[in-house]
């Protein structure tokens, strides 16, 4: 049982807009940051969001992030083959003492 | 630009140990903490614990009290994480990260991670 709540898939076609969301709690996304990891398969998570809506340098702006009360969400616009991952939202669980992760989404490029 | 590389893949029996380590090359961990995550395979991501190296004060998951040491040596910019009595439950690829967040609600932001090192229990 995850921390964080998200959607185990989503799917678009190359161009299009998908969301994935980030559902929380008071002691996590409610009380502190979120940050957006991206999962190409075989590799190590990459930063993507971090502190709710920041790209570091060297991520596309088709990538955003925003963050309501207690949930997040993930965008990505122009939708392409190359985004096709597993994406995780993470934020401390003040509760927990921890970090919480969401069960991560796993997106296809149709 | 830092890079954290991890020890290689290890195997071990049921009940035993095992060490994983994670260097930073390139730099120093600077005041920033270690945080270890794991990976079973299929699975999604499980934080551990972490580390402050510089002052060498560990905190664990609830999960993984009295199972886990996290420990860091300042003087070769080293964290290490061990695993006791392990299950195949415990097969996993694990992964250390540099968390840059300073304060407790901007924990969690992880740049760079280490490139896993896979423990298989078996």
């Known amino acids: 049982q995850s921390v964080l709540t998200q959607p185990p898939s989503a799917s678009g076609t190359p161009g299009q807009r998908v969301t994935i969301s980030c559902s929380g709690s008071?002691?996590?996304?409610?009380?502190?940051?979120v940050f957006w990891y991206q999962q190409l398969p075989g590799t190590a998570p990459k930063l993507l969001i971090y502190?709710?809506?920041q790209r570091p340098s060297g991520v596309p702006d088709r990538f955003s992030g925003s963050k309501s009360g207690t949930s997040a969400s993930l965008a990505i616009s122009g939708l392409r083959s190359e985004d096709e991952a597993d994406y995780y939202c993470?934020?401390?669980?003040?509760?927990?003492?921890?970090?919480?992760f969401g069960g991560g989404t796993q997106l296809t490029v149709l | 630009q830092v890079q954290l590389v991890q020890s290689g893949a290890e195997v071990k029996n049921p009940g035993s140990s095992v060490k994983v380590s994670c260097k930073a090359s390139?730099?120093?961990?600077?005041?920033?903490?270690i945080s270890w995550v794991r990976q079973a395979p299929g699975q999604g991501l499980e934080w551990m614990g972490r580390?402050?190296?510089?002052?060498?004060?560990?905190n664990y998951a609830q999960k993984f009290q009295g199972t886990l040491t996290i420990t860091a040596d300042k003087s070769t910019s080293t964290a290490y994480m061990e695993l006791r009595s392990l299950t195949s439950d415990d097969t996993a690829t694990y992964y250390c990260?540099?968390?840059?967040?300073?304060?407790?609600?901007?924990?969690?932001?992880?740049?760079?991670w280490g490139q896993g090192t896979l423990v298989t229990v078996s």
């Open positions: 580390i402050i190296p510089i002052l060498g004060i560990p």
């Open positions: 390139g730099g120093t961990f600077n005041s920033y903490s």
């Open positions: 502190k709710n809506n």
């Open positions: 008071s002691s996590n996304i409610g009380n502190n940051y």
């Open positions: 993470a934020a401390w669980d003040d509760s927990l003492s921890g970090l919480g």
């Open positions: 990260a540099r968390d840059l967040g300073m304060t407790t609600g901007s924990l969690g932001w992880f740049d760079p």
